[in-house]
């Protein structure tokens, strides 16, 4: 229903927008720190911080530096971290066993952290395609993905990633069943606290470009995702997707990419009200940092705007590359 207003010239809306504080005082959404997850890529070595040249003022940081983010991150009040790893080629092959590799890289980044952040909120990717010489999220046979056959591998993935600390487990494969058998194995292990947000509309997209790089899958991915990522045409499909998801017990769920698919973060927070995230994907931050170092335009007010469009279209929270340059932002602006 649209809302009364008394027609011009006794109704101005632009009364609204005079003055910076009466702006303030109508803002619809608000954007804090506590509604960023700050995605992170770890790597083998100490004390590196390695560019990633698709990613401007993002590194793959080895195990240390990355604890030092994450005291970063909680103290500029980002509730959460997702963590990527750039695995070594050695440890990749085509059954991806170093996913359920206690003591792989992502595992060790969690002890690490819980040991020295026990307040912050670690996220890990259930996903196959950092340890996969195929480059894909789920097994390969035959060039074909192979479905049940990769549940019972991120079952396993799941299971060492719950014990290394990990407080939320963000199943990204979109293979079928994938939440019901993560979240059954979690019961029966005795992990009934690990939170799952699960990458329930996940789209075959052309943005994931520069993430595929920073965790070394880009050279190892022959063709496409297309077989399990969604169709950028759909968008009932999302709401089965999620259906689904809830249904077989995530706690949580997101929307992937971000901002071309707003009309999906809105429409499953209306339809189903649960917590709903959105991935602003590498190839979004890219866009933003290539525009910015190119003057074409304003880096810093493009990421705002970014931030708070993802609020207002019903997102409770957003993964972000640039989580610690916003809250660092938006701790300065509050101090005035
Ligand atoms: C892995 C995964 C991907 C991203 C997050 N988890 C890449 C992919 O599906 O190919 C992309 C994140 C980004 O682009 O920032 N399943």
Redesign the pocket.
């Known amino acids: 229903m649209t809302p009364l207003s008394a027609p011009f010239p006794h109704g101005r809306p632009r009364r609204l927008r005079r003055t910076p504080w009466i702006r303030d005082l109508v803002a619809e959404a608000r954007l804090s720190p506590a509604d960023l997850i700050w ?1 992170l890529f770890v790597r083998e070595g100490t004390d590196l911080a390695e560019p990633v040249a698709s990613l401007p003022g993002v590194a793959r940081l080895s195990i240390d530096r990355a604890v030092a983010a994450a005291e970063e991150a909680a103290g500029l009040g980002i509730p959460c971290i997702a963590l ?1 790893p750039n695995t070594e080629a050695a440890d990749k092959n085509p059954e991806a066993t170093e996913a359920w590799n206690p003591e792989n890289l992502v595992c060790r980044a969690t002890r690490a952290i819980k040991a020295a952040v026990p307040e912050l909120g670690v996220l890990l ?1 259930v ?1 196959l ?1 950092p340890y996969n010489s195929e480059g894909h ?1 789920g097994l390969v046979r035959d060039g074909v993905v192979q479905n049940d056959e990769t549940l019972l591998a991120l079952e396993k993935m799941a299971l060492v990633q719950a014990e290394a600390g990990a407080d939320i487990l963000g199943p ?2 979109m293979m079928d069943g994938r939440i019901g058998v993560i979240r059954g194995a979690l019961e029966a292990h005795e992990f009934p606290d690990v939170l799952i947000m699960s ?1 329930a509309a ?1 789209y075959a997209s052309s ?2 470009g ?3 790089d920073a965790v070394g ?1 880009t050279g190892a991915l022959k063709g496409d ?1 297309k077989t399990y ?1 969604m169709d950028p045409a759909n968008g009932a499909e999302a709401l089965r997707e999620v259906a689904i998801d809830l249904a077989e017990g995530a706690d949580m769920v997101m929307v ?1 990419p971000g901002l071309p698919y707003l009309d999906i973060c809105a429409r499953v927070k209306t339809e189903f009200g649960v917590p709903t995230f959105a ?1 602003q ?3 979004e931050y890219a866009m933003i940092e290539a525009a910015a170092a190119n003057g074409w335009i304003d880096g810093e007010r493009a990421m705002m705007e970014s931030l708070i469009a993802f609020r207002r279209a019903g997102c409770d929270g957003i993964l972000t590359y640039h989580a610690a340059r916003a809250a660092r932002l938006l701790r300065d602006r509050a101090a005035g």
């Open positions: 995605p990527f990717d996903a395609d999220d990204s494969d990458y996940k943005f994931y520069p993430f595929r899958a995702k990522q992937k991935y994907v590498s190839g």
